[in-house]
C-alpha cells in the first residue's frame, strides 16, 4: 500500500551537503515510522537515522550523529535527510523504509516498505 521514491543524491566533495528526499504515497503514512538506511554492494544494509509516526522521537547512527537530521512532513508525504559535512565514507546508496507503527521505537521496527534508493558519492 505504501510505495516510496527517493531522490537528491549525486556527487559532493567532502565537507559539502546534500539533501535526499523520500516521496511516500499511501493513506496510512501518517502512521508509520520512517527511516534512512544505507548499503554499500556486499555489505549489510545499516541504519542511518530513523523518526517516529509523530515526530515526537528520532534516531542517529554514531557515524552521522551531529552531522545528518532526518525530518517528516506528513502532510506533504514526505521524508528528508539533510547531510552536513560529508566525508567519503558516506559513499553508498541511501534507501528510504516505512513501516506501520505497533509501539515500537522507530530504530527497532523491522521495515518492510523499500525505497529503490538513491546514489550518493563523496569525493575526496
Known amino acids: 500500500q505504501v510505495q516510496l521514491v527517493e531522490s537528491g543524491g549525486g556527487l559532493v566533495q567532502a565537507g559539502g551537503s546534500l539533501r535526499l528526499s523520500c516521496a511516500a504515497s499511501?493513506?496510512?503514512?501518517?502512521?508509520?515510522?520512517m527511516g534512512w538506511f544505507r548499503q554499500a554492494p556486499g555489505k549489510v544494509r545499516e541504519v542511518v537515522a530513523a523518526?517516529?509516526?509523530?515526530?515526537?522521537?528520532?534516531y542517529y547512527s554514531d557515524s552521522v550523529k551531529g552531522r545528518f537530521t532526518i525530518s517528516r512532513n506528513n502532510a506533504k508525504n514526505t521524508l528528508d535527510l539533510q547531510m552536513n559535512n560529508l566525508k567519503t565514507e558516506d559513499t553508498t546508496v541511501y534507501y528510504c523504509?516505512?513501516?506501520?507503527?505497533?509501539?515500537?521505537?522507530?530504530?527497532?521496527?523491522?521495515?518492510?516498505?523499500w525505497g529503490r534508493g538513491t546514489q550518493v558519492n563523496v569525493s575526496s
Open positions: 499511501g493513506r496510512t503514512f501518517r502512521m508509520y515510522s
Open positions: 523518526i517516529s509516526w509523530n515526530d515526537d522521537s528520532t
Open positions: 523504509a516505512a513501516e506501520k507503527y505497533i509501539g515500537q521505537a522507530c530504530n527497532k521496527v523491522t521495515y518492510d516498505h
